[in-house]
């Protein structure tokens, strides 16, 4: 059974400082993805990570992908308070069958 | 941006009451799927269809069924309602055939039942 694990799951930082959020996921999988959820609101896709050593950045935001280790970071740098939010990482099922295993969640709360 | 919507996008109903919760898609995507979403949870695969006529169960148990008779629209329903059922259910779809297939995500219907 598929299992993704995010940490941590809640995170408090000030404006202008770097952190990491964790994804490990337990079994070997072809896609992983990052979403970010504001409260009230849906899914926004941020990335997509297909392959060993895949990197994406997209403004103060940097996803990286280690398959071998089964894990996935996403980095933020000099953090703004725009990017308060909840961001999950999700992997793709496989062995036939289709959809996306979620991790619970990192609620990030960034103060000015 | 994608185009997906859900109606309704709030609904309050009474225990025992049947109904049916809309998923449209204007991307011609092939594959939708159904999610559910306790506030402040993860989200939880209810179902899924790869394309018109194929409905797949997902890997939370649900008392709600699904349908795919066009291409565009997915709806979720539930027979007679129960307070267990009171959550949020998203919606989502993608293309098949390319690297990412990126699953776009439906604003959500956020569940309350009395």
């Known amino acids: 059974e598929l299992k993704v694990e995010q940490n941590p799951l809640f995170l408090s930082m000030q404006e202008g400082k770097n952190y990491t959020i964790y994804c490990n996921y337990s079994?070997?999988?072809?896609?992983l993805y990052w979403y970010r959820q504001d409260p009230g609101k849906s899914l926004e896709s941020l990335f997509v990570?297909?392959?060993?050593?895949a990197v994406k950045q997209e403004g103060r935001l940097m996803a990286s992908l280690d398959t071998k280790a089964r894990l996935s970071t996403l980095h933020i740098t000099a953090a703004v308070h725009d990017l308060s939010a909840t961001y999950f990482c999700?992997?793709?099922?496989?062995?036939?069958?289709?959809?996306?295993?979620f991790g619970k969640g990192t609620h990030l709360i960034i103060q000015p | 941006e994608a185009d997906i919507y859900q109606t309704p996008r709030y609904l309050v109903i009474g225990t025992g009451k049947k109904i049916t919760l809309e998923c449209s898609q204007t991307?011609?995507?092939?594959?939708m799927y159904w999610y559910q979403q306790d506030p402040g949870m993860e989200l939880h695969l209810i179902h899924y269809?790869?394309?018109?006529?194929?409905?797949e169960k997902g890997d939370l148990s649900s008392e709600s069924t699904v349908s795919r008779i066009r291409t565009e629209h997915f709806p979720l329903t539930l027979e007679s309602a129960r307070p267990s059922h009171t959550s949020q259910y998203l919606c989502?779809?993608?293309?098949?055939?390319?690297?990412?297939?990126?699953?776009?995500f439906g604003p959500g219907t956020r569940l309350l039942v009395l």
């Open positions: 079994t070997t999988s072809d896609r």
């Open positions: 989502a779809s993608s293309e098949s055939g390319y690297p990412q297939e990126t699953q776009y």
């Open positions: 269809s790869y394309g018109v006529n194929s409905t």
């Open positions: 999700a992997v793709r099922k496989g062995g036939g069958a289709d959809g996306l295993t």
């Open positions: 991307m011609g995507h092939d594959k």
């Open positions: 990570l297909l392959s060993n050593g």
